[in-house]
């Protein structure tokens, strides 16, 4: 690779990183064929992008990017690749659910909305974080929930509140 094109590869990398605020990096080393292509089929559908990235170029683009990655470059050992989301735990799930038949791929480390994940321990971790969606619905939930409490009152002692105003209307006049 020219001095060129890892140049370029490095630019590539930085931009996708700053247009990314949900990164998992991975070690799918121990994978064949078979089942590298199967990550790829299940991060295809999860609507995750999945490359082998080198680590001294990821590196570079880590430190040419205005995020604060952390102690993340210190996982760039060994095969590394990368996993670009929307959806906050959508390959930690992913990761998670392959592993149900076979050991791999080890999850290297996470950058999730400024925050820095470091080491396989977190995987169980990630995989229960909930999206920005999530949380906005279980807000709006909370917010509902009194509302249809004080609605429901009204309605079930609507009479009872109707049969009090009358009386007490008769009583003034």
Known sequence: MTREEKSQVIKE?????????????????????????DLRRACFKA???????????????MEASDKDFGELPSTLKGNTSIMYSEVGNAPAKVIQNFRKKSTMPLLKGAFIEEAVYIGDENLDALVNIKSKEEVIGDIIGLLQSPAKNVISALKSSGGKLAGILKTLSEKEG
């Open 47 to 61: 609507n995750i992008k999945l490359a082998v990235v080198k680590n001294t170029l990821l590196e570079k683009a």
């Open 13 to 37: 990398l930085t931009a996708q990183l700053a247009d990314n605020n949900i990164i998992y990096l991975a070690d799918i080393s121990g994978l064949n064929a078979g089942s590298t292509s």
